[in-house]
């Protein structure tokens, strides 16, 4: 529909900017069932949503509500249809979806196994192409799980995204609603499996069968879960997928935990020789001991039984006279564990379980040598033994001193806490049961003789860097050798091997000389050898590593294997390599792949050759295979090389496969209650009775719905001093009521010291997978700590502490990270009834017992004082003011004081929660060098490759490592981690120094080391113009084709990386060559290119490192052109929908920040030169207006905040920035939003002045409202993350907003200075949305302030203007913007840096600068103005704006006016020549009337139109010589649009139906008729032979015949190489698009309508006279014809001539090329025109401006203007 009052100017316009590329690249969709039955997409705009929506276009468009009318909220928000037709509703997807899969699929298909359900599903999914590879892989990973699902349609369903329980719920299907747990999908269908847990118990007799709670047992059993007793699958029927729950045994209740655990403690505190008489005339205690009071814990001779008329356990012992105390404590004994990795120091009696660091209780000299990680703990499961854990940094050795500290408090007496321990012990060796080291070699097998044997060999690298000792420290001799067992190595070898031992060198190098010396004799294999020592002196056995060098005939790629030796089963495993490129010699080329799982090994059978080194094993594939936590196998590659003869054959090499085992672990358990379970003060005797401890937030990272295993949990509860009972039942018996994850207490039941005080308990749930025996064993615990309040006492403040981590806490934190808390008052409605002021409490907080000060948090102004904290990392930067260990048990603990309102006092209490603390990997080295550069860290240019080596770093678990470059102080990812700890780094800038760096970064907990840098410098190859030349050569040399042939994305990505350096070093040296201008050079303009299209190819692999690998290989990338901005645009557009859809947890700021810059520099290019049809191209993309680039940063800015989110710490602004992009984002609590601030750097306009720019809610309330809803999103998080973004070029944004220039109501200039963007686009968003989707800030407001930088130095548009604020908004209906001020009056000049608005929604804002009102003039005058003559007949449209109107859709006509409208007027019809194929027959009247009615519908669909043509199509028969109307059958068809519609709309229209037939690829067929079935069988369009008359040979009513109404212009151009090989037809073609744009050019002069009319603007390429050849170069007879309408008058015409002088005609893009217009020369105007009426303007004072502006699609250029000034009764003859 066109907008109310749109001209015919604006429809035309509109129409001729359909969008073309994106209905002619998508099929009819599923949703929309009444075009998808006449094989139509709906109207153009939703073709441009389908082009939003699609995957290869617009992968990861996430954004999408951010342009609908401000619904700006969480990611991925939803996107309403404009389609006038109503979407399916969720039920009838849902439903639809059951039926097609349960018929296709689930009813269809018998399944032999797991496996084989999963083989066929993979095949109908992928099949269907319905749903993503994302969803079909989900299926397929539930499938793998449970083969039941593969029988349960409606759970597929849900699977692929067509069936939420939200959206089935209530869902009439087949006599009942959606079952998701049965064969039909409707819940009257049977049931696959079961659906209740208690189906699965086989038991009989309830005192000793399975169970699942204690009401399966009888009344003298409980059901245990202490061991292993199996589990029972059954299907939730909210999801439809099997969740398995543990089964328990029924034992007799004196086998409870709880009276284990007492019979446990009695045996080991109160044997009979750890009690006595406590008489003071005798001392019955051992030597050492002494005898004293008993503690009242303290019984012997336990019993139990069951007492038959209770059904209740009951216990008797003997009570204790006294109890034997050692006098002194003090350590026995110190020795290393046998991995080294640990000091066992033993104790000579009992002690307190702790955790901490081990700086806590060993004196400085001990604690140095110990490292700066160690900690020491004491464990329940021996408390006679003090564990020190150390780190790689440690120095400790065998006979060192280990000495207490004298005022130690941590280390005490277990029974007499009073007591602590003394003295110290000399460590000792681990002996004979010393682990021994790991000696590891990797390294290519196999060397090839160099292609070209001048160029020499490449170096190669053998590493021992792998090699490591389980103590984790620094290894203390390698010992490289040769073996015996294969060819003696010549002395050249030797010579090296010497080196490495003499400079105990990490890696043996093989350069050209030494390989060329042992490179004589080929197809010799060289065994390197290798032995290493630890610190302890043991040796590691001998490693061998062979290679061969090849001949050209024997030989095959050289590849390395990258492997790690263990991976988290959750994570499943990729099978990498490097391989070396200098081993594929040329594109005839192709290296092949195939690897293999060594027997036995349940993975890869039937594996096959590929052309990818890469292969991934899913979580899934492990899952079918049963792969269990500990398994190990050897992986082997097998690598061969296909290469084409030259006669066309083929031969194939195959290469001995590379072998490495890998361990797969499990991850580890996380337990957690949740945050309604109780915590905090109670009051004896108030109104709580019971309190519930729920610990189902549990879970498992390798099995989140716990479908693998069941998780199983065992409560259990504990007084602070480990001893004392907690519960005051039957002699301490007693156990609530446990109902699976559920424990539930009766608060009367605990006991009571009665001396006075509060009482404390600990209760604890312990969650454990799999069996206690087997290597699959996992184990977890988590405590919530209560106090209870004598009976009588002042209400106490009841309060629960969180840790604050967005998602789920891992197992453990990472004490380089902040670390982030909230407390909350669970009880602040009763403090508030008793008087207290909530509002004013106050908080400390505490870090085991230390207080927390304000210098410990991050922030400036951060406050202790607060409800929520961030505290400092443990970082380089905060090193000195942290308040955290490296590692270790932290109690968090947080006091919270509420004064009175009324009287003097307060309430309080506090709170506790416990947090485990892993440290991040730390280098080792004394020297602190822990990177490497091999050779050497100088080369020479264009040699831009270095070998860096991370070496010497320890962490808690295996390592990764991440190489690159820091620039500024910060850091540019080269090498995104991996296991391999070398990396080839290539130098992009060009000759100069460079800082590279390392950082270890620990596989299981993301901790990031300190970087480690090293210099190094590129030097120069001579002169500017000789690095030049080395650059074009280096570039020459760079072979693409053979990168892709060698299978290896990271070698395309690195070829990437090697064509920006050369570009980028012949630019430096061109641009520092005294100003001489650097041309384009052939080689590194095609290489960039090439190396983008490969690199963007490389992510059809959707690997996250893949995304990584080309978001880093294009840092350095700078398009030089529209081909290499929009590739450049679509790498990181998709690279970071990759990082999105894979929730790539790891990825930091670091690795898209400078992504983003790119993305800044292609989207400012395309905004700059894309114009018309720009770049439509096989990638399927078309860059040609504002609103697609704008969609494209929208798109990829969405992707960055998930990253960002992600990685974003409570409290700490997460900043991306660059030049053209900048983004941030803050955590906050929700008690802490009214505070919520996101600040971070922008670049300031051209000054590139960084200024702090800022976001600040100054409202909390829609947050705290909302977040307390339990059902809200953010409830269980509890926090709230507020994004920002600002994107620098607001161009494209406002170049597609339709009203930017007239929305302001008080700009008083419109004609000379319209309202401008000032800024660039500042964007807010929060992350989360209501429930029913729409933003929080929809009926709460949430006032924002926005600190908006300004983004111009221009005077003129600042000094004496205002400022406005406004809101963008995207408007579906004309696929634009609305913009929407929302404060004005803002006071700017040209020394503004920057304007602040406060506004209430989220969303885009831009700085708009306008000219405000004058003051009032003076009352008008006595004397009236002379009254003003008619003007002539002739129409001037007023002033259009400076951003032209989006697209177009024709006028539906009333149908009143049908009958006058469509007339059969040649001019105003599409004729097509349609040649159909019929499979048997003739078509029969009835069919030619169905086909006419479609064509009608399909055409005006085509159109834009969603109601079809307004006027019936008419079809005519052509026959053929025979006459016969079979088979081929060739039809006349033609379109009449009606008299209103304009002729060059027409003309336009027939252009976008010619392109549909001629670059459909075979889809023409369906949008012109779908699939239609005639009585004679199924029609069809044959394309090939289908075509569109352009333009009709007659135009009725216009000066076709008559010249003197004619206006014609000679245009001067150069065409260059255009027309060269082409035919007249093509040349023609030409002639139309040339038409086209000139005409469009001269759509916006006014009277445009009025002279032209529907008659045709013609244009023509001239011929040279001498040879007929139409020409070439600079031609003088290039013709322009305007053809007037028969009703112009002339002096319409005469100043419509006038008029178009003033055009800037500017360039014509044809065939891919901008032509440029270098001259238009019109035609004197005839005689019989000349004599044209006079314009007669008589005014006091009146201008009129003409503006013509090019169609919105293309650049908005500044408008040519003509004044006309008049005073009163002066005359303007003859026109404008």
């Not at 002339?1690 to 901008?1714: E, H, K, P």
């Amino acid at each position: 529909m066109v907008p109310m009052g749109a001209s015919n100017n604006q429809q035309a316009v509109l129409l001729a900017t359909l969008l073309l590329a994106p209905f002619l690249a998508h099929a009819a969709s599923d949703q929309y069932p009444v075009f998808s039955e006449i094989g139509l997409l709906s109207q153009a705009f939703e073709e441009q949503q389908q082009l939003l929506n699609d995957a290869d276009v617009f992968q990861g468009f996430a954004s999408r509500d951010l342009l609908q009318g401000g619904n700006t909220g969480t990611y991925p928000p939803t996107y309403p249809s404009p389609s006038p037709a109503p979407p399916a509703t969720p039920c009838e997807i849902c439903t639809a979806c059951v039926t097609k899969i349960r018929e296709g699929f689930t009813m269809k298909e018998d399944f032999a196994n797991k496996t084989d359900a999963v083989n066929k599903w993979n095949t109908y999914c992928g099949g269907l192409g319905d749903y993503s590879d994302a969803n079909c892989e989900e299926a397929a990973n539930k499938i793998s799980i449970s083969e039941d699902v593969a029988k349960r349609p409606a759970a597929l369903c849900r699977l692929v995204g067509d069936c939420g329980f939200g959206d089935a719920n209530g869902c009439d299907f087949e006599d009942g609603t959606i079952g998701f747990c049965t064969t039909t999908g409707a819940d009257t269908g049977a049931i696959v499996g079961r659906t209740n847990f208690t189906e699965g118990l086989d038991s009989t007799t309830p005192t000793s069968g399975d169970c699942l709670t204690s009401s399966n047992c009888n009344a003298t059993s409980f059901c245990d879960f202490s061991m292993d007793y199996g589990s029972i699958p059954a299907c939730d029927t909210e999801t439809g997928l099997d969740t398995t729950r543990a089964k328990g045994m029924c034992l007799d209740k004196c086998e409870l935990p709880a009276i284990q655990a007492e019979k446990e403690r009695v045996a080991l505190l109160f044997s009979s020789e750890d009690v006595c008489d406590n008489n003071d005339n005798a001392n019955n205690c051992t030597t050492g001991f002494q005898c004293g009071a008993a503690l009242t814990a303290c019984r012997t001779d336990l019993e139990c039984k069951v007492n038959t008329t209770t059904n209740e356990p009951e216990l008797t012992s003997n009570s204790c006279a006294g109890m034997c105390f050692r006098v002194s404590l003090e350590l026995d004994s110190a020795k290393f564990s046998d991995d080294a990795d640990a000091i066992m120091v033993g104790l000579n009696e009992l002690a307190s379980t702790f955790n901490v660091p081990c700086q806590s209780i060993f004196n400085s000299t001990t604690s140095e040598m110990l490292g700066s990680g160690a900690t020491c703990s004491v464990t329940e499961e021996d408390r006679k033994t003090l564990v020190i854990s150390l780190t790689g940094d440690a120095t400790v050795n065998v006979a060192d001193v280990l000495t207490l500290r004298s005022d130690q408090g941590v280390l005490e007496g277990y029974t007499n806490p009073e007591e602590k321990f003394t003295g110290s012990a000399t460590v000792a060796t681990c002996g004979s049961s010393c682990t021994p080291p790991t000696a590891r070699l990797f390294g290519p097998a196999t060397i090839r003789k160099p292609c070209i044997i001048a160029n020499g060999y490449k170096t190669n690298f053998i590493d021992s860097s792998n090699s490591f000792s389980a103590s984790g420290r620094g290894l203390k001799k390698r010992t490289w050798g040769h073996s015996t067992a294969c060819t003696t190595p010549p002395q050249e070898l030797l010579d090296e091997i010497t080196r490495a031992n003499d400079e105990s060198l990490e890696v043996l190098e093989l350069n050209n000389s030494t390989l060329s010396a042992i490179g004589d004799t080929s197809d010799v294999t060289y065994c390197i050898t290798l032995e290493v020592e630890s610190f302890l002196g043991v040796t590691s056995n001998t490693v061998e590593h062979r290679f061969t060098i090849q001949t050209a005939t024997s030989a095959t790629p050289s590849v390395n294997v990258l492997l790690p030796t263990s991976t988290l089963i959750s994570s499943g495993l990729t099978l990498s390599a490097s391989v070396d490129t200098s081993s594929v010699c040329d594109g005839n080329e192709v290296a092949q792949y195939k690897w293999d799982c060594e027997d036995p090994c349940p993975l890869l059978s039937g594996s096959q050759f590929s052309r990818s080194i890469v292969r991934d094993i899913s979580f899934s594939d492990l899952n079918l295979a049963g792969v269990g936590a500990g398994a190990k196998y050897t992986f082997q590659l097998t690598v061969s090389l296909v290469k084409t003869n030259s006669d066309g054959s083929t031969s194939e090499r195959e290469a001995d496969p590379v072998k490495q085992e890998v361990e797969f672990v499990g991850d580890p358990l996380v337990a957690r209650f949740t945050q309604d379970s109780a915590a905090g003060n109670y009051l004896r005797g108030g109104d709580t009775a019971s309190v519930t401890f729920d610990a189902s937030a549990s879970s498992d990272p390798s099995d989140p719905e716990n479908n693998v295993q069941p998780m199983r949990f065992t409560f259990s509860c504990q007084r602070p001093d480990g001893i004392s009972n907690c519960f005051d039942s039957i002699d301490g018996v007693y156990n609530g009521v446990i109902d699976g994850a559920m424990w539930t207490l009766d608060l009367n039941k605990f006991v009571s010291d009665n001396d006075g005080d509060a009482d404390t308990f600990i209760l604890r749930v312990e969650v454990a997978k799999g069996s206690q025996a087997g290597s699959d064993f996992r184990t977890a615990r988590a405590t919530r700590t209560i106090s209870l309040i004598p009976a009588g006492s002042q209400v106490p403040v009841r309060a629960r502490v969180d840790q604050l981590c967005g998602d789920v806490c891992p197992a453990a934190s990472i004490s380089s990270e902040p670390l982030s808390f909230s407390v909350a008052i669970e009880n602040s409605v009763a403090i508030g009834a008793e008087g207290g002021s909530v509002d004013q409490a106050e908080y400390s907080w505490y870090i085991n017992d230390e207080l927390v000060a304000d210098s410990h948090l991050l922030g400036d102004s951060a406050s202790a004082n607060s409800a929520s904290i961030t505290l400092k990392p443990l970082v380089p930067e905060y090193e000195e003011e942290t308040i955290l260990p490296r590692s270790g048990d932290l109690a968090v603990n947080c006091t919270v004081t509420i004064p009175k309102s009324d009287t003097e006092g307060s309430f309080s209490g506090s709170a506790v929660t416990p947090v485990n603390l892993e440290g991040a990997p730390i280098c080792v080295r004394s020297d602190g060098k822990c990177i490497n550069v091999v050779p050497d860290t100088n080369q020479t240019f264009p040699d831009i490759t270095f070998r860096v080596q991370a070496r010497a770093f320890s962490g808690a678990n295996a390592l990764n490592y991440e190489f690159g470059f820091v620039q500024d102080g910060e850091t540019q990812v080269a090498r995104v981690a991996d296991s391999s700890p070398s990396a080839d780094l290539d130098v992009q800038g060009g000759p100069g120094s460079y800082k590279v760096y390392v950082v270890a970064i620990d596989s299981r907990n993301g901790g990031r080391s300190a970087r480690a840098t090293i210099d190094i410098f590129l030097e120069s190859a001579g002169t500017a113009q000789q690095v030049e030349d080395a650059a074009e050569q280096g570039a020459q040399e760079l072979d693409f084709q053979v990168l892709v042939n060698t299978g290896s994305n990271a070698a395309v990505q690195a070829g990437m990386k090697k064509a920006n350096a050369f570009k980028n070093a012949k630019r430096n040296a061109g641009n520092s060559n005294s100003g001489r201008r650097l041309l384009a050079e052939p080689a590194t303009e095609a290489r960039t290119t090439e190396g983008l299209k490969a690199t963007l190819n490389t992510l059809t692999s959707n690997r996250v490192s893949d995304a990584l690998g080309a978001l880093s290989s294009i840092f350095e990338t700078t398009p030089s052109n529209v081909t290499q901005a929009e590739l450049l645009a679509k790498i990181v557009r998709d690279a970071m929908a990759i990082l999105d859809s894979k929730e790539a947890r790891g990825v930091g700021t670091n690795d898209v920040r400078l992504a983003l810059g790119r993305l800044g520099v292609a989207t400012d290019l395309l905004s700059e030169q894309c114009t018309g049809d720009c770049l439509e191209n096989s990638n399927g993309d078309n860059y040609r207006d504002h609103w697609e680039i704008a969609m494209m940063v929208e798109s990829t800015l969405a992707s960055a905040w998930e990253v960002l989110r992600r990685t974003a710490a409570a409290g700490v602004t997460t900043q991306a920035v660059s030049p053209a992009i900048a983004q941030a984002v803050s955590r906050n609590t929700i008690k802490a939003t009214s505070t919520a601030v996101v600040a971070f750097n922008v670049e300031n306009g051209n000054d590139q002045k960084a200024r702090a720019r800022f976001a600040n809610d100054e409202s909390a309330k829609a947050f705290v409202d909302y977040c307390g809803k339990s059902t809200s999103p953010c409830y269980e998080q509890g926090i709230l993350a507020l994004y920002l973004s600002y994107v620098t070029n607001p161009a494209i944004y406002t170049n597609a907003t339709k009203d930017v220039p007239d929305i302001v109501g008080s700009h008083s200039d419109p004609a000379s200075v319209q309202p401008a963007a000032i800024s660039g686009v500042m964007e807010v968003q929060f992350d989360f949305k209501q429930e029913d989707g729409d933003s929080v800030c929809t009926s709460d407001e949430c006032p924002m302030v926005l600190e908006i930088p300004i983004n111009t130095d221009s005077q003129s548009m600042l000094d004496g203007k205002k400022a406005a604020c406004v809101r963008l908004t995207g408007n579906a209906d004309n696929n634009g913007f609305i913009a929407e001020v929302v404060e004005a009056d803002k006071d700017v000049d040209s020394s503004s840096t920057s304007v602040q608005c406060t506004v209430s929604k989220l969303g885009q804002y831009i700085l708009l600068s306008y000219t405000p009102a004058p003051a009032p003039p003076p009352p008008p005058g006595s004397e009236e103005p002379s009254p003003s003559p008619s003007p002539p007949d002739q129409i001037i449209d007023p002033p259009t704006n400076t951003v032209p109107p989006p697209p177009p859709l024709l006028t539906p006509i009333p149908d009143n006016q049908i009958d006058e409208e469509c007339t059969g007027n040649p001019n105003k019809a599409i004729t097509m020549t349609v040649v159909f194929d019929l499979d048997r027959d003739d078509l029969n009247e009835t069919n030619i009337q169905d086909l006419r009615d479609r064509l009608t519908m399909n055409i005006g669909g085509l159109l834009g139109l969603s109601d079809g043509l307004n006027c019936n199509v008419t079809l005519n028969f052509v026959p053929s010589a025979s006459g016969r109307r079979l088979l081929d059958s060739t039809w006349n068809v033609a379109a009449d649009l009606g008299e209103s519609t304009p002729a060059r709309v027409v003309r336009k229209s027939r252009r976008v139906v010619d392109k549909a037939i001629e670059e459909n690829g075979g889809s023409f067929q369906e949008k012109l008729i779908g699939d239609f079935v005639a009585e004679g069988g199924n029609l069809t369009v044959r394309e090939e032979q289908t075509s569109v008359t352009s333009d009709p040979d007659e135009f009725d009513g216009c000066s076709t015949g008559n010249p003197d109404r004619q206006i014609s212009a000679t245009i001067t151009m150069d065409l260059g190489s255009l027309l060269d090989g082409k035919s007249n037809e093509q040349i023609a073609a030409l002639e139309v698009e040339a038409a086209s744009q000139m005409e469009d050019k001269l759509d916006g002069i006014s009277n445009y309508e009025a002279v032209v009319g529907d008659c045709p603007v013609l244009f023509s390429f001239g011929n040279t006279t001498s040879t007929g050849r139409r020409s070439l170069l600079n031609s003088d007879d290039n013709k322009l014809t305007v053809t007037t309408d028969d009703d112009a008058n002339g002096g319409a015409v005469r100043s419509f001539y006038n008029s178009i002088g003033d055009v800037d005609y500017g360039t014509l893009r044809l065939d891919g090329n901008d032509i440029t217009v270098s001259g238009v020369v019109f035609d004197a105007l005839s005689d019989a025109l000349s004599s044209a009426s006079t314009l007669v303007v008589t005014s006091s004072a009146m201008i009129l401006t003409v503006s013509w502006f090019s169609f919105w699609h293309k650049n908005s250029k500044s408008p040519k203007t003509t004044q006309l000034g008049a005073v009163g009764g002066q005359e303007w003859r003859n026109g404008i």
